[in-house]
């Protein structure tokens, strides 16, 4: 076993030091929670930076991240992160459903299928909403599990519907019409 050294000894309050220890033993939180909660420990017994890195699993700096969070916020601001708000999405719910909508149906004039360059250039063209990008695009149709490009995918009206009886099943073969003389 190696030999830990102290350097920056981390002191840590006595009700911080009897949460890390209940969070450790009691096995309900994230792994994420637990390996900064085991940093905060091995800190506070006097383990080197490089050595908690080591025996944790993470890098220096996290560790270093760590104890400086701990010092200037206090155990829940280093054992949690702070909530990231994430970027505004560029459609609204209505706009969406219009691009959707658009793609199930056939594409443009003198188009075979829709690409996703075709669509976002075709939504703009129509108005349904002011620019979209192609990424933008890709991201919606896979979140609705759609892929143009593949015909069976999308839902098309079927002109050659088969014929069906009364209680839904098919007719089989259909009789020809008696030719009269």
């Known amino acids: 076993m190696r030999v830990h050294t102290r350097s920056h000894r981390l002191k840590l309050k006595q009700a911080d030091s009897a949460a890390l220890k209940a969070l ?7 792994v994420r ?26 890098t220096e700096t996290t560790v270093r991240a760590i104890r400086r969070r701990y010092r200037e916020e206090g155990l829940s601001a280093a054992l949690h992160e702070k909530p990231r708000p994430g970027a505004v999405r560029r459609l609204t719910e209505k706009q969406a459903s219009e691009v959707v909508a658009m793609t199930c149906a056939l594409p443009s004039e003198g188009r075979a299928r829709w690409t996703i360059r075709l669509i976002a250039q075709e ?25 143009p490009w593949r015909e069976k995918n999308v839902v098309r009206a079927k002109a050659g519907r088969p014929v069906r009886r009364a209680n839904g099943r098919r007719t089989g073969a259909v009789p020809a019409a008696p030719v009269s003389h």
């Open 24 to 30: 450790t033993h009691r096995g309900r939180e994230s």
């Open 123 to 147: 939504a703009v063209r129509r108005g349904l909403v002011p620019e979209v990008g192609r990424e933008t695009v890709r991201e919606l149709l896979l979140r609705h599990d759609l892929k």
């Open 33 to 58: 929670v637990w390996r900064r909660a085991r940093v905060l420990q091995l800190l506070a017994e006097g383990w080197t930076v490089v050595g908690v890195a080591e025996a944790v699993g993470v």
